[in-house]
Nanobody, 122 residues
Framework: VQLQASGGGLVQAGDSLRLSCAAS??????MGWFRQAPGKEREFVAG????????YYADSVKGRFTISRDNAKNTVYLQMNSLKPEDTAVYYC??????????????????WGQGTQVTVSS
C-alpha cells in the first residue's frame, strides 16, 4: 500500500491548484485530504467515501475545494479554487477502510502519504 501526494506549490491568493494522490492497493477505501499548518494540529479537509463515492468537506473549504477520484488511475484529486493565505499548510492524503464511513477523524485513517506543501501568498 502506497500513497504519493503531489501538486503543491506557491500560488497567490485567489489562484487554483490541484493536488493528486496516487493510491495503489486501496481500491474501495475512503480517501481523505488533511492539512497541517505550522504550529497547528492536523485538520480534516475533504473526504470521498469508498462505499458510494459521496463527498464531504470541512466548512472552511466547502464551495472552494472539490475532492474526486479516478479509480482507473488509482488517483484521488483535490481541486482547490479561490485559495486564501489561511489555506497554507502541508497537505496529506490518507486512506481509511470503507466500514469506517465518512470519517473526519485522522485516527480512523490507516495509511498516509508524505505530504505536499501548499503556500498561498496574499
Amino acid at each position: 500500500v502506497q500513497l504519493q501526494a503531489s501538486g503543491g506549490g506557491l500560488v497567490q491568493a485567489g489562484d487554483s491548484l490541484r493536488l493528486s494522490c496516487a493510491a495503489s492497493g486501496l481500491s474501495g477505501y475512503t480517501m481523505g485530504w488533511f492539512r497541517q499548518a505550522p504550529g497547528k494540529e492536523r485538520e480534516f479537509v475533504a473526504g470521498i467515501r469508498g462505499s458510494d463515492g459521496s463527498t464531504y468537506y470541512a466548512d472552511s473549504v466547502k464551495g472552494r475545494f472539490t475532492i474526486s477520484r479516478d479509480n482507473a488511475k488509482n488517483t484521488v484529486y483535490l481541486q482547490m479554487n479561490s485559495l486564501k493565505p489561511e489555506d497554507t499548510a502541508v497537505y496529506y492524503c490518507a486512506a481509511a477502510p470503507r466500514y469506517r464511513g465518512g470519517t473526519t477523524n485522522s485516527y480512523s485513517y490507516d495509511y498516509w502519504g508524505q505530504g505536499t506543501q501548499v503556500t498561498v501568498s496574499s
